[in-house]
């Protein structure tokens, strides 16, 4: 053990190093980062190592030695001892302390988020651009209906089951080797859907682009993570969040454009100027290099694939599972549940598995250490869901009940998005002012309530206006959740754990967006079935007509006006109806929580595991690491 120097000399240079954490984008701070072979710098490391890497044995006995160590433990006295005398402690604990509030974004930042708001507006447009364009595209390949289903599904599956995985792998392979592997994949999907000639072959390429686009989806949020400070880092994720919501509301409209004036496969041509680009700026943009460097091959000797293996292959059939029921098979068959109860237990085994196997687990349990915590997740499953529930049968609701066309439907699907893009800027930058954030959640959940409340009242003869009016509601609600429950997690998770945490909002975000589109299927078409033979239809014609709700639109549309056609739009209206009513004790449940979350600190540090590489070119506070 190297003997720590306790001169008068020292301890002041310790002291101004000590100062310049709190602000490491001081000039001092940056040129000490470049020159990390003081001893004592180093023992410190070693301390750091063995709390992110507590199963390491080997430092786990160099952290023992350390402590043991009578010169380290006076070393670790005199360490706060200068912060302590100018307040600064005391300040940190009362939470009066805000390290970052002097941050400014540098060129490098600037070109990052540009970079990741362009990769996340491609993965937004292709969750739902197919959805307009589904009658065609069956029609084109001679596909059944619950073939036309699995279009959406299959990529939104492996999406949710790949998320965790794809995001702790990059804590150890690297952010941009993980974003080139994961455009990679979805470039190779795109490619398959582009040439396929029958449904098994495009599902195929659907499924490979869902691995590619939920791993590109966490990855954004995680490389935003590395570069801006916490307290700064809202209006940031909002913003980023914002474009998420654009592309959601812009894919249907494109869709229906692209799908009417020409041929489907142009939904999916769109996607290789993207992925190009990425390609293009992402190795010369993203410079984040792990901290704990090592060879390819010791690294992917690092990665936990087993655990990984375990956890897809459970949460794949359990998702399944959820699909199937209500949709390919009845609830009641063992098709539909036994896939849901096999893959609940081999998720709890990859839990188990995970807590006690893997020196580097991808799953860490701890991120759920407290209730505001647990409260967010769940929130965040809540908000997935009722955002692709909105955007899924929205447009279906204008097509059959108004008789929309699916332009149309898109562009009054637009007015969502007139105020959820300006909304959640604001918001971003007023959690970053006020350094709280519950207040969002609460406002969000509230406005979406009522919101869906409002949806209610929708039928045949409502006016537009009024109906636009209700989708503006619906984006200011979004507007307030789509970034604050990504902050709420962040603010809330221990920073040690800040991938992990992450990477589990992003994988709830994508497990409600599968649920919304089974769940509201179910519902659907239940009470649809329902109204139509309280309407005097027989059982066969109301479950054939339930069965196929979105092909019949067409006949009914080509109906003469008269109490039949009459009726069976009502029944519709009534399948709708109950959908909201789902919504709105959802939301109501989501506000109820969302009282129990407390407050956490925005002043935390940021302890990423990735630096911004300091290349000689950069220059300025905002190039060092973030």
């Keep these: 053990m190297a003997e720590i120097n306790t001169s008068p000399e020292y301890q002041e240079q310790y002291q101004q190093y000590q100062q310049y954490q709190l602000n490491p984008q001081h000039q001092q701070y940056q040129h000490y980062q470049q020159y990390p072979q003081d001893q004592q710098y180093q023992q410190y490391q070693e301390y750091q190592q063995h709390q992110h890497y507590p199963q390491d044995y080997q430092l786990q006995h160099q952290f023992q030695q350390l402590q043991q160590d009578q010169q380290y433990q006076q070393h670790q006295q005199y360490q706060l001892e200068p912060l302590k005398q100018d307040g600064l402690v005391e300040a940190a604990q009362a939470g009066e302390l805000d390290p970052h509030s002097e941050w400014k974004a540098g060129p490098r930042e600037r070109m990052i988020v540009a970079t990741m708001g362009i990769i996340i507006l491609l993965v937004a447009l292709e969750t739902d651009i197919l959805v307009p364009a589904l009658p065609t595209l069956a029609a084109d390949l001679h596909g059944t209906s619950i073939e036309t289903f699995w279009v959406g599904t299959a990529f939104l ?36 859907c582009c040439l396929a000639n029958d449904f098994s072959v495009l599902l195929a390429g659907r499924a490979i682009q869902g691995v590619g686009g939920g791993g590109l989806y966490t990855l954004t949020t995680l490389v935003i993570t590395d570069i801006v400070p916490l307290r700064q880092r809202p209006k940031y994720l909002s913003l980023i969040s914002a474009v998420f919501g654009l592309g959601g509301v812009l894919g249907p409209l494109l869709g229906g454009v692209i799908s009417q004036k020409t041929t489907w496969r142009w939904l999916f041509y769109i996607n290789f100027p993207f992925c190009g680009l990425a390609f293009a700026t992402v190795p010369w943009v993203v410079k984040l290099e792990p901290k704990r460097k090592g060879s390819l091959a010791a690294n992917m000797l690092r990665v936990d694939w087993i655990g990984g293996a375990i956890f897809v292959a459970g949460s794949t059939s359990f998702l399944i599972g959820i699909t199937w029921g209500g949709i390919n098979y009845p609830w009641s068959s063992y098709k539909a549940w036994l896939p849901i109860l096999l893959g609940g237990i081999v998720v709890v085994l990859a839990l188990v598995y995970e807590a006690f196997v893997p020196r580097e687990p991808f799953l860490r349990l701890s991120v759920y250490y407290n209730t505001s915590s647990t409260i967010v997740f769940v929130l965040t499953l809540f908000q997935g869901l009722m955002l692709y529930m909105q955007l899924y049968y929205l447009p279906f609701y204008f097509q059959a009940v108004k008789e929309a066309s699916t332009i149309l439907s898109g562009i009054y699907l637009m007015a969502v998005n007139i105020v959820l893009f300006p909304i959640a800027v604001v918001c971003g930058i007023l959690m970053t002012k006020l350094g709280t954030f519950a207040w969002a959640n609460q406002i969000g959940f509230a406005v979406m309530t009522l919101a869906n409340g409002l949806f209610i009242l929708v039928n045949q003869n409502l006016s537009m206006v009024a109906h636009l009016f209700i989708f503006l509601v619906v984006g200011v609600a979004h507007g307030f959740l789509i970034g604050s429950l990504n902050v709420a997690t962040q603010a809330i998770a221990k920073p040690s754990h800040m991938t992990f945490a992450v990477s589990m909002w992003s994988f709830n975000r994508w497990f409600g967006t599968c649920l919304g589109v089974s769940i509201g299927g179910a519902i659907f078409n239940n009470v649809l079935l329902h109204s139509l033979e309280s309407k005097g239809a027989s059982e066969a014609d109301a479950a054939a007509i339930s069965q196929n709700s979105e092909a019949f639109i067409g006949t ?61 070119s950069d220059s300025g506070p905002a190039a060092a690491e973030a």
């Design 157 to 192: 599956l492996p999406s949710a089951t790949f998320l965790p995985f794809i995001g702790a792998t990059s804590e150890i392979l690297g952010r941009r080797a993980m974003l080139l592997v994961c455009n990679l994949l979805f470039t190779a999907g795109t490619l398959c």
């Design 556 to 616: 009914l549309h080509g109906m003469p006006d008269g109490d039949l056609k009459s009726q069976l739009t009502w029944a519709y209206v009534d399948g709708f109806r109950g959908i909201f009513y789902f919504m709105v004790a959802l939301s109501g449940l989501g506000l109820l929580l969302s009282l129990f979350i407390r407050n956490h600190s925005m002043n935390k540090p940021t302890d990423s595991a990735h630096v911004l590489r300091n290349d000689a």
